[in-house]
């Protein structure tokens, strides 16, 4: 059978490439995908793009099942017009999507259904935000209401910085208290009624060593996350995500797909909710699909299917972390078209996931601001970290990024 995963990042590398390895698939459309999908075994690129574009594509090459990767085609409601066109497809509508898409909807599901988030308070007048502010103090958290991948955070650590971010990003706001803790992303598997827990993660969002520098979309990752235990895992099911799916089904929107929780863990393990998203972490699923051992096609069928609640998902009892390597500029203005050089071939234990890349002739060349995710697994993390940064060594372009303290916290531990 033959697969279409809409998306050009490293996600959508890393699932594109997980479903390839399904005995039942022939191949895997990827659209549009990258420098690294281009060359990969079992997957081809193709340039659709646009909902009508890949409802057409989908009928004239029989897709048993199409993979939504990015938060944009979700939120522009690529799932209901493959339904509405009686074409398998694994995401959330456009009216679930909202639970990303719009900072403020998600906030005010948390409250209307009992999810613990951080306090807070939406504004559209900049005057009245930075009142707010200065009534609450710092460190405080700016956050955009709509999509900014990734980079419509900023912690501030002053009420001046709250106050520069309330005037740089514009628009409407969501303004909220700083949680102390670690964070972790817990995602999950949903089919409008059951979820099915994916292996944890930890992401390193901001630029540089130390959790410094500004956000990015994610700098790296890595799984198992020590942060939640056995107990910080039943209260976030308990507490998070099935209030989150009860939730959606009662106020009509039933939430098939990827559901991302974002949680800040205080020491004492109560968890809140910092944001939803609606898909997979980029850069989580690399490290979390390198060390999936199920087939991830029967997973999504039993989630299109809802027969989640018979599923299970079996893993590598190793640890996998990935670095990003990004371009020069990331994140303001990435630069494009540095050839890059180096990236070693694939093993069982180490992958090069593709991100902001394209093939120009023979040369692949940076193309975007996330260039490449190297992810490793090894015995614990300290194996997989040392394995994953061998590999970082030997890939060369010009301007490259990159955190050398990934999985920091919990070698730490």
């Not at 900049?126 to 990734?150: M, N, R, T």
């Not at 490259?400 to 070698?411: C, E, N, S």
Request: proline share 5%; net charge neutral; charged share 25%.
């Amino acid at each position: 059978m033959k697969l279409l995963v809409i998306g050009s990042g490293g996600r959508e590398h890393a699932i594109a490439w997980r479903l390839a390895q399904s005995p039942r698939v022939q191949k895997v459309f990827v659209a549009p995908g990258n420098g690294g999908t281009a060359r990969e075994n079992g997957l081809e690129n193709v340039e659709v793009s646009g909902n009508d574009a890949l409802v057409a594509f989908a009928r004239k090459e029989s897709i048993y099942l199409t993979v939504v990767g990015p938060e944009a085609p979700l939120a522009e409601g690529v799932v209901d017009v493959f339904r509405e066109a009686g074409l398998r497809i694994f995401g959330p509508t456009r009216a679930a999507a909202q639970l990303e898409a719009s900072k403020d909807f998600a906030k005010q599901f948390m409250v209307r259904h009992g999810i613990p988030t951080a306090k807070h308070a939406t504004f559209t007048d900049p005057a009245q935000a930075k009142a707010y502010v200065d009534q609450e103090g710092a460190p405080i958290v700016v956050k955009a209401d709509g999509l900014a991948s990734g980079k419509g955070v900023v912690v501030a650590a002053t009420a001046a910085e709250a106050h520069q971010a309330i005037d740089r990003l514009g628009g409407k706001l969501v303004i909220e208290e700083c949680l102390q803790g670690e964070e972790a992303s817990f995602i999950v598997l949903a089919d409008g009624v059951h979820a099915l827990a994916l292996a944890t993660s930890q992401d390193h969002k901001r630029l540089r060593d130390g959790d410094a520098g500004p956000n990015t979309g994610g700098m790296g990752a890595y799984s198992p996350a020590p942060v939640v235990t056995p107990q910080v895992h039943a209260r976030v099911m308990r507490e998070i995500i099935q209030p989150a799916i009860a939730g959606m089904a009662k106020d009509g929107t039933p939430y098939t797909g990827f559901l991302y929780a974002g949680l800040m863990i205080d020491a004492a393990g109560k968890a809140k909710t910092l944001e939803f998203n609606c898909r997979l972490g980029d850069p989580e699923t690399q490290p979390i699909l390198l060390r999936l051992k199920s087939d991830l096609l029967g997973l999504l069928d039993a989630a299109v299917d809802g027969k989640l609640g018979q599923a299970e998902a079996q893993w590598d009892r190793r640890a996998a972390l990935g670095v990003v390597l990004a371009a020069r500029g990331y994140p303001e203005e990435p630069r494009k078209g540095d050839r890059i050089e180096g990236v070693p071939a694939a093993t069982p234990e180490c992958r090069v996931f593709h991100a902001g890349t394209r093939l120009d002739g023979a040369d692949l060349v940076t193309n975007g601001g996330r260039v490449l995710c190297v992810t490793a697994l090894g015995d614990n993390l300290r194996a997989a970290r040392s394995r994953a940064y061998d590999a970082v060594e030997r890939i060369r372009f010009d301007g490259m990024q990159y955190r050398k303290d990934i999985g920091h916290r919990a070698l730490k531990k």
